[in-house]
């Protein structure tokens, strides 16, 4: 029972051009969303987050957009860069239950130069 | 400039045999997790410590123990591996339970 998916396990996109990671959840009760990135042979690393009052969070190259009536988020990441190439999770919380982060399975994104 | 650190940084195991994973962090954080990653499963929470002093089970918690020793630190044990333990594993931290952590590098393990 998969409450957070990540549909896509690949993607690659050109160098310069936008990616577009999608992520779905199940569980009403997540009100924050988080997005990961994760080399090899390294532990994930905080990229972007945003919260269930929100439908829109920027920070430079990385905008994370919510949609709670589609229980959607997508990371729009502009323009792509070759070192952007890695695998992103998407993760959520609900900040007023004791649910701890839950991941998606991730999608490894290829940044072709 | 540590953040969390985990050690070993790789393991090979017999089935049946013991070993703890040590994690410690330096950011002060309260909460502190064992996650296994796996392919095309994601990171499954294994055990959480939400504070100093408390522990409690996460999705995966079969076959292992936890001990947070103290604020800084969290160690996860096998008591008798298996082959199904054969994984990925990452400590992590955050100030509290509901904010973003912060990742080790991760334990590669191997159950043979």
């Known amino acids: 029972d998969q409450q957070v998916k990540q549909n896509s396990p690949s993607l690659s996109v050109q160098e310069g051009r936008i990616s577009i990671l999608n992520c779905d959840y199940t569980?009403?009760?997540?009100?924050?969303f988080l997005w990961y990135k994760k080399y090899p042979a390294e532990g994930p690393t905080f990229l972007i987050s945003?919260?269930?009052?929100?439908d829109k969070n920027e920070d430079g190259r990385f905008t994370v957009f919510l949609n709670k009536s589609a229980k959607h988020l997508s990371l729009h990441i502009v323009p792509s860069q070759p070192g952007d190439s890695a695998v992103y999770f998407c993760?959520?919380?609900?900040?007023?239950?004791?649910?701890?982060?839950?991941f998606g399975s991730g999608t490894q994104l290829t940044v072709l130069p | 400039n540590a953040g969390v650190t985990q050690t070993p940084k790789f393991q090979v195991l017999k089935t049946g045999q013991s070993m703890t994973l040590q994690c410690a962090q330096d950011?002060?954080?309260?909460?502190m997790y064992w996650y296994r990653q796996d392919p095309g499963m994601g990171l499954r929470l294994i055990y959480y410590?939400?504070?100093?002093?408390?522990?409690d089970k996460g999705e995966v918690p079969n076959g292992y123990n936890v001990s947070r020793l103290n604020k800084r630190e969290f160690s996860l044990r096998l008591e008798s591996a298996a082959p199904s333990q054969t994984s990925v594993y990452f400590c992590?931290?955050?100030?509290?339970?509901?904010?973003?952590?912060?990742f080790g590098q991760g334990t590669r393990l191997t159950v043979v």
């Open positions: 993760a959520a919380l609900s900040t007023v239950s004791a649910r701890q982060l839950t």
């Open positions: 410590s939400a504070s100093e002093g408390t522990t």
């Open positions: 992590a931290s955050s100030e509290w339970r509901n904010t973003e952590a912060f």
């Open positions: 569980n009403s009760m997540f009100d924050y």
């Open positions: 945003i919260s269930s009052i929100k």
């Open positions: 950011m002060n954080h309260n909460s």
